[in-house]
């Protein structure tokens, strides 16, 4: 049999491209692998380790992602718009608002008021939240013994 149609059919068994099949010392095992005729030959082969399949490469990462201005392609706001920066920060600050609950550190009765000021936009982030808390008495301080 021809190595590429033995490949292909190898590769078929492997389930894998035909560019991943290698073939084992060649010249040492020649007269095997002319007499391989049929799939059943060809898994002999993958037994014996004459014919394997060469394991996938992972993907290289980049050191570190180049992003300065001269890199830059776009705006600002095309790069990542507006609605996915405020998608971003009301997100956060909702799950910060329910841990916060679920902890006993904000009464469940404030809870929407506050989810209500956090939908208006009142908040920059999280530690100008945390700030209006404090500053509003709606942060209780859960003691440790109870």
Same mark, same amino acid.
């Given at each position: 049999?021809?190595?590429?149609?033995?490949? #292909?059919?190898?590769?078929?068994?492997?389930?894998?491209?035909?560019? #991943?099949?290698?073939?084992?010392?060649?010249?040492?095992?020649?007269?095997?692998? *002319?007499?391989?005729?049929?799939?059943?030959?060809?898994?002999?082969?993958?037994?014996?380790?004459?014919?394997? *399949?060469?394991?996938?490469?992972?993907?290289?990462?980049?050191?570190?992602?180049?992003?300065? *201005?001269? #890199? #830059?392609?776009?705006?600002?706001?095309?790069?990542?718009?507006?609605?996915?920066?405020?998608?971003?920060?009301?997100?956060?600050?909702?799950?910060?608002?329910?841990? $916060?609950?679920?902890?006993?550190?904000? *009464?469940?009765?404030?809870?929407?008021?506050?989810? $209500?000021?956090?939908?208006?936009?009142?908040?920059?982030?999280?530690?100008?939240?945390?700030?209006?808390?404090?500053?509003?008495?709606? $942060?209780?301080?859960?003691?440790?013994?109870?």
């Amino acid at each position: 049999m021809k190595t590429t149609a033995l490949k #292909r059919i190898a590769a078929d068994i492997l389930n894998v491209g035909v560019n #991943r099949i290698r073939i084992k010392d060649f010249e040492e095992h020649s007269s095997r692998i *002319a007499e391989a005729l049929t799939r059943e030959d060809v898994k002999a082969l993958i037994k014996d380790k004459i014919v394997y *399949a060469v394991p996938v490469k992972p993907k290289k990462r980049k050191e570190r992602k180049r992003k300065s *201005a001269g #890199r #830059r392609k776009g705006t600002k706001y095309s790069r990542k718009p507006k609605k996915e920066i405020w998608m971003e920060r009301i997100r956060a600050l909702r799950r910060f608002l329910n841990k $916060l609950v679920e902890e006993g550190k904000v *009464a469940r009765e404030n809870k929407r008021k506050l989810y $209500l000021k956090i939908k208006g936009g009142h908040f920059r982030g999280k530690s100008a939240f945390l700030t209006y808390l404090k500053d509003n008495g709606f $942060l209780v301080e859960v003691s440790k013994n109870e």
